[in-house]
């Protein structure tokens, strides 16, 4: 692929889907090439010459490309992934700069220099998917035999790898329509969630911030709504519907199902569910009465609670006990030293 370049002049060539353009701004010129997301520098010596592309620099502009094309579709898809990014090398290094996903089923696209470092970047995802982890991790890894500590390469360097666990965006699923609904959306949009409401009262003015508002019965309603396991489902139904709601929430993956009831209700509840067939297992997926116990009065401070339990769970997990992080007065000394 060639072009001739003229002084102060832009030229675009490539396809209609990949276009390249060259900008020359004066003799001795510095040209840049972009394709997509990747750029490439050349100097530019004359104001009239052939660039001949070479293959290799074609193809990894490519691979770069359908590398963020393979991220932003897994991410449309609420899938859950890592990119291993190498961030530093020392020495002799297979490649310096390089992305790799890793998807929980082990499969990878791209690649950061193969071999049996690859192997063990590959692992250590797989394990922090697999557990749960969150953010960003990052290791060193020497590329030496095993023997002397290494990974089982004869490269002589070392590289740092960063691994980044990527979520989708949360999804809220507000169940009614009410002032404790609309509080609860207000604060869910805060928090970047994107909001569902399901409630046959439900108007899109009441619930500005909603990604979708849903104004239909529970049964009908809810096969509308795309719930996986990045979902958080609230009901707040004032009991008419807090069965069937229960029925069609746990039925699906979501992360967490909260219910706005008292004791004695959730006992009503989940006795006729058991009745139905549900098992204690699946009724332990329920958090109900809702929230944390912070003492909430308002429909906002309630909110507030329940909101705070769904982090806690997106954060730390089901088992992780909610407490104060307040140092008591006698470890101050111990803190202090």
């Known amino acids: 692929m060639t072009s001739t370049l003229k002084k102060n002049s832009t030229d675009t060539f490539g396809d209609a889907v990949h276009p390249i353009k060259i900008e020359t701004t004066c003799d001795s010129a510095e040209t840049v090439l972009w394709s997509r997301r990747t750029w490439f520098k050349f100097g530019v010596m004359t104001t009239d010459l052939q660039v001949r592309f070479q293959s290799i620099r074609w193809q990894e502009a490519l691979k770069t490309r359908e590398l963020f094309e393979a991220i932003s579709k897994l991410a449309s898809e609420g899938k859950i992934f890592a990119v291993a990014t190498i961030t530093g090398h020392t020495g002799s290094v297979p490649r310096r700069v390089a992305k790799m996903i890793i998807k929980l089923d082990g499969s990878t696209v791209g690649t950061i220099g193969g ?8 692992a250590h995802a797989l394990k922090l998917l697999r557990e749960g ?12 035999e095993e023997e002397f500590g290494g990974v089982g390469m004869n490269c002589g360097g070392k590289i740092e790898v960063a691994i980044e666990i990527i979520e989708p965006t949360p999804k809220l699923v507000i169940i009614g329509s009410g002032h404790l609904g609309q509080a609860l959306s207000r604060m869910g949009k805060m928090l970047d969630f994107d909001i569902t409401v399901l409630d046959p009262m439900a108007k899109k003015e009441s619930f500005p911030e909603a990604t979708q508002v849903v104004s239909d019965f529970v049964e009908t309603g809810f096969p509308k709504i795309s719930v996986d396991q990045s979902t958080y489902i609230v009901i707040l ?12 929430s746990l039925k699906t993956n979501a992360a967490y199902i909260g219910m706005v009831a008292s004791r004695r209700r959730v006992a009503f509840v989940f006795n006729q569910l058991l009745k139905e067939g549900f098992t204690e297992e699946q009724l332990q997926r329920v ?3 809702v929230g944390l116990d912070i003492g909430a009065e308002t429909p906002e401070e309630i909110a507030v609670s329940i909101v705070s339990e769904i982090i806690k769970i997106r954060r730390l997990g089901r088992e992780h006990e909610a407490a104060s992080k ?12």
């Open 287 to 289: 958090y109900s009465p």
């Open 133 to 144: 982890e969150k953010g960003v991790h990052v290791n060193s890894y020497d590329l030496i």
């Open 115 to 122: 071999g049996c470092v690859e192997t063990e970047v590959v």
């Open 326 to 337: 307040k140092i008591r007065f006698p470890a101050v000394k111990t803190v202090g030293n």
């Open 237 to 248: 139904t004032r009991h008419k519907d807090d069965v069937p709601a229960l029925k069609c």
